[in-house]
Each structure stands twice: as C-alpha cells, then as structure tokens.
C-alpha cells in the first residue's frame, strides 16, 4: 500500500476496531514510517485543539433574553 | 437495564413528551433548561460567534414550541434537538457568507486529490506549538476556511462526540457520506491550521511529493 493510500485509510477509519486486519497494517506502517507517524500525530492534534476550547456557560443575560422570547420566566 | 425500568423510562418519556405537546409550562422550562447550554455551545462552535450562538439558541427552542406536534416519539428528543439547532446553524452559515459574498464556499470542494503538508523533521512542530499557546485565532480562521457541512460534520463527529446513526439522523446522510466527509474535514481542517500558522509564525514545511 503506498503512503497515499495508507493515509485514506487512516483518515476514514481511526475509529475502527484495532483487531481489524486493516488496522493492523495500518499499525505495521505507521511503526516504519516516521512521515506517516507525524501526519496522524498531527490529525489527532487538530481534533485535540478543538476539543481544548471549553465549554461556555450560558451567559445570564443571553438566559434573559431566551426566557423573555419563550415567556417564560426567569 | 432492566425491562421494568426501560417500560418506566420509556413511559415517562412519553408522559414528557404529551405535556409538553399540551402546551404544559414547567415541561418547557425543564426542557429549555436541560438543552439551553448544550445547543449554545454547539452554536458557539460552529459560528464561532456568541451573537449567532444566540440567534441559533433562540431560534431552536421556538422551532421546538412550534413543532412539537411534527416529533415522533420513536427517536430520542435530545437527537431532534440537535437537528433543528443544527439546521439552524447551518441558515446562519449559509446567511453570513451570502452577507460577505463568498459564494463559492456554498459548494463541496472535491480534494480527493489535495496533497498532506508534511512537517520538516528539524522544523518545530507547529501543533505542539498551539497547544502550549493561545490558539483561537489560528484554529477559527481554519474552520473558517471548511465548506459548511464539512465544518458540521466534524463539530457533530469529532467534537460533540455523537454517533453516526445519529449524524445520520440529524443531517440525512449515509455513515458512507458522513465517514467521507468527515475524512475531508480533518484533513483540510489539518492543512487550514498548517497554513494558517505558517502565515502567522513562518513556519517551515515542505509537501509530500
């Protein structure tokens, strides 16, 4: 499988089952291939930056003026 | 979980859901209570702007008051939530590149053939890099670049850590079509971030061959 093809694998199947015969030839080239490595280390990263910016809460005044449209009260 | 226990979570999902058919207040509240800061931030994190958060916010719970009749009862009301503020997310989307013209964000882009940014082994690794740091700006102006769904679809999958029968659900598409474009998603969100970077702090990098 050549380094392009490999890396569609990975993007379409990071969630699959690490048992599955693809996901094990995934693993196999991802340990002798340090290009790859780094291209998946940095997919992951991307999702993780994401994921870093929290939550907000509900700022009151936006609470307010959602209650006020749906009369409800506050 | 036991039978007796699903029939009573079910019956009183049901029961939930008829008061708030018959126009019942305290059912409302309870629900625009339990949803109201999971559909903010899921605004929050599509529009990346607290006033169309708001506008999405808003826009959903009078779209629940108005179709409530239309839920059915066989799917999970959180789901149906979901679908609407997202729906609305996506009008949003859609309204403000219209405002700012940029009309060929509307289509998919095809990069089936779009090449991997691959990092210099001596260069810094600008994702490392991001996360020691404040990285808001870098990451919003590369989800800004994502065509809409694939924004959606990433927020949906990678974000808000739904399932794919549920992306299905709220999105009407395939797991085939979810699976592809949240491929796409990542990827250019990855390249957007590159580049981004590489414009901010000059970052060096070569591309795979």
């Keep these: ?74 | 979980m036991d039978e007796t226990k699903q029939n009573h979570d079910s019956a009183s999902k049901q029961e939930f859901v008829s008061r708030l058919r018959q126009g019942d207040r305290s059912a409302f509240r309870k629900l625009v209570e339990t949803y109201q800061d999971k559909v903010y931030n899921l605004g929050l994190k599509i529009l990346w702007n607290r006033e169309d958060a708001e506008d999405v916010l808003q826009e959903t719970f009078l779209k629940v008051v108005d179709k409530i009749d239309s839920f059915r009862e066989e799917s999970d009301i959180g789901t149906w939530i979901y679908r609407i503020a997202t729906n609305a997310a996506l009008m949003k989307l859609r309204e403000r590149r219209r405002q700012r013209g940029h009309l060929a964000d509307l289509a998919e882009v095809d990069n089936h053939d779009i090449k991997p940014t691959r990092l210099a082994p001596d260069a810094p690794n600008p994702f490392d890099e991001l996360l020691q740091k404040e990285s808001r700006e870098i990451l919003e102006k590369a989800i800004d670049a994502l065509p809409d769904i694939y924004r959606v679809v990433f927020v949906l999958k990678d974000i808000e850590n739904l399932s794919t029968d549920e992306i299905a659900q709220i999105l009407g598409l395939t797991h085939e079509a979810i699976y592809s474009r949240l491929k796409r998603a990542r990827m250019q969100l990855r390249e957007a971030v590159l580049a981004a970077y590489k414009e901010k702090e000059g970052a060096r990098n070569y591309v795979m061959s």
């Design chain 1, 1 to 74: 499988m050549s380094c392009h093809e490999m890396l569609e694998k990975i993007c379409a199947d990071l969630k699959e089952d690490i048992d599955s015969e693809v996901c094990q030839e995934v693993k196999r080239h991802l340990e002798s291939c340090p290009d790859c490595r780094a291209y998946v280390d940095s997919l992951k990263k991307t999702v993780y930056l994401y994921r870093k910016i929290p939550d907000e809460k509900l700022p009151d005044e936006v609470q307010e003026r959602l209650y006020k449209t749906l009369k409800l009260k506050v």
